[in-house]
Structure formats: structure tokens, C-alpha cells
């Protein structure tokens, strides 16, 4: 079992930033990609980055890329999500996700609760 939490979420003007945490408990988390997902009211969940095991490979939306940078310390089971130039369109739930491959059952994703990030223009 495999437990995520996010921190870091607040209010912020539009073009301040943000630094979103998410520790992972629980044993094969620094094995496999983790990232973020965001949802605003009324929007699917859309991707907003992801990152392989290793850290050397990301991914993002292509509306936050120049602007968002994900990381992740394997060693504390953290992903990170530094967000910078926030536009009011950046309004959302964040939510952190792990992919952890589990016997008998192969690979599945955990979510975080969601921390709200909320940008004011």
C-alpha cells in the first residue's frame, strides 16, 4: 500500500510562484514515473508533468512548459512540482500520482488528496 501526500498549495498572484510537494510512503515508489495531475471545476483531469524514475526524463503540458519544473528525491520518496509565472488559468487541484508495480497485481497509480492552488490576477 502506498500512501501519497501533497503540501505547498495556497493563494497566489499571477505571476508568483508556487512549490508543490508530495511525499510518498510505502516500499517501490522510486521505481517508476510519478508526476502531477490538475483538475479546475468544470475540467477533466488534465497532465501537467511527469517524471521517470531516474529523474532524467519529464514531461509536461505543453501550457506549463517554460514555466514548471518537476523533480523528484528518491531517496525521500518526494516529487516536486515548482511552478513558476502562475497564470489565473493555473487554478486547480493538484493531485500527486505514483505508479508502483505490486505482485499479482502489476502496475498501479496512486493519487494524492489534492492540494488547491489558486492564482489571482
Known amino acids: 500500500q502506498v500512501h501519497l501526500v501533497e503540501s505547498g498549495g495556497g493563494l497566489v498572484q499571477a505571476g508568483g510562484s508556487l512549490r508543490l510537494s508530495c511525499a510518498a510512503s510505502?516500499?517501490?515508489?522510486?521505481?517508476?514515473?510519478m508526476g502531477w495531475y490538475r483538475q479546475a471545476p468544470g475540467n477533466e483531469r488534465e497532465l501537467v508533468a511527469t517524471i521517470t524514475s531516474s529523474g532524467i526524463v519529464t514531461n509536461f503540458a505543453d501550457s506549463v512548459k517554460g514555466r514548471f519544473t518537476i523533480s523528484r528525491d528518491n531517496a525521500e520518496n518526494t516529487v516536486y512540482l515548482q511552478m513558476n509565472s502562475l497564470k489565473p488559468e493555473d487554478t486547480a487541484v493538484y493531485y500527486c500520482?505514483?505508479?508502483?508495480?505490486?505482485?499479482?497485481?502489476?502496475?498501479?497509480?496512486?493519487w494524492g488528496q489534492g492540494t488547491q492552488v489558486t492564482v489571482s490576477s
Open positions: 500520482y505514483a505508479n508502483v508495480y505490486e505482485t499479482g497485481w502489476g502496475m498501479r497509480t496512486y
Open positions: 510505502g516500499s517501490g515508489v522510486s521505481r517508476n514515473a
